[in-house]
């Protein structure tokens, strides 16, 4: 793995996802890291940061791939995505953190704009279909040990919604007005189970019995927690969420190495400016007295440092205490035949996690196998859209 492996990005791609007639089906995953969303046709992701902004005049220019301007009903404008991370200051950075990742986030403007930003792309028509006003239906999911949260969650995203986006590439603000009939929400690693057994036609594979019924553990590595979800003999036998073995661990204890070694404070929001190439920029004073005055070259001396190892070595370290927790959780896999591996961080340790499942005698089952092309970060939000499409095509069937 490269430093850019651990970068959110922004993504769009068009795609023909399995419909139900007269049902748009939208499947969302707001992260703490990033928003991944699967629609009847596209699929998309951008990083969940928001940034209060009082330019108003961005239909001047051709904004391109990243940008996305939201706009509430009382007229307050924001940047969303990877614009607003490349626009923010340390300042605005250190303000939003502790809501970004708090346990409870949904109440904060950058919760509810990453929502309504995401749902509104969702509906936006292309070459692969055209959303002709088909009752909308949410699927997502939560962590294992946040289903407390599930009536809150439904009632933000079932109902109305009105706001104004400019969208990527589009460059003019539209107005969005519409309403989500009914929203389902799942434990988070069952998407993972359903992306596993589910071919892109939304109809099980020919082996997915071995995923569905058999005896597996879901290995789901995402941004703010792991999750280890198990099932025997179809009972949930495992129901764990971890806070301290996610990718914010990693970039906690990355940037405090930072810190400590070269003095430099990035937030770890900002880390994501610099995973493109891995390197920092920082400036070491010339002079006895530490005083840097940046008119006055002579004062600083401007250095680069690899902070690959750093990150690479901190997200090593926070593999092994994943894997603990696993085999702790499982017996040592004693009475499982498969692990599903699912989410960002499992496929950062894939490998390791994977050699050590291997050589307990289990199976190791990548929760994209039935999708290769698609980024592993959309592996649960790929299963709650199957989920969602064989709720909906059953509740078809009963209705004739």
Known sequence: MKTIDYKTRTSMREENNPMVPGIWSIALDIGYSSVKCMTTNKVFSFPSFVKESDDDDYDMFNPGGTMIRFRNEYGKNYDVGGIALDLANIREVNYNIGTMYGRDWYDTDTYRVCLESSLGLAILSNKKRTYNKESLRVITGLPCKYSDDAGLLKRMIT???????????????????FNVADTVIIPQPLGAIWSAGYDNFGKKTTDSDKVLKNNVVVFDGGFG?????????????????????????????????????YKEDIPIPMLYRFLDEGIIHYDEPCKEDGIINYSDPDTYTRKTVDISDILLKNSMIIAKNALQYLLKDTNQLSAYKAVILSGGSAAAWSEFIGKAVSAL??????????????????????GYYMFLTHLLREERSEKH
Do not use: Q
Not at 159 to 177: K, L, R, V
Not at 230 to 254: A, D, H, N, P, Q
Not at 361 to 382: H, Q
């Open 159 to 177: 109902g109305h919604h009105s706001f104004d986006m400019i969208s990527p590439n589009s460059g003019m603000w539209e107005h969005f007005d």
């Open 225 to 261: 927690t792991l999750d280890i979800f198990g099932k025997i003999g179809g009972v949930t036998s495992v129901r764990s969420t971890y806070r301290e073995c996610g990718m914010k661990e990693v970039f906690l204890r990355t940037v405090k190495e930072i810190k400590d070694k």
């Open 361 to 382: 005698g289990v199976s190791v089952i990548n929760a994209n196998r039935n999708n290769t092309s698609l980024d592993p970060i959309f592996n649960n939000v790929r």
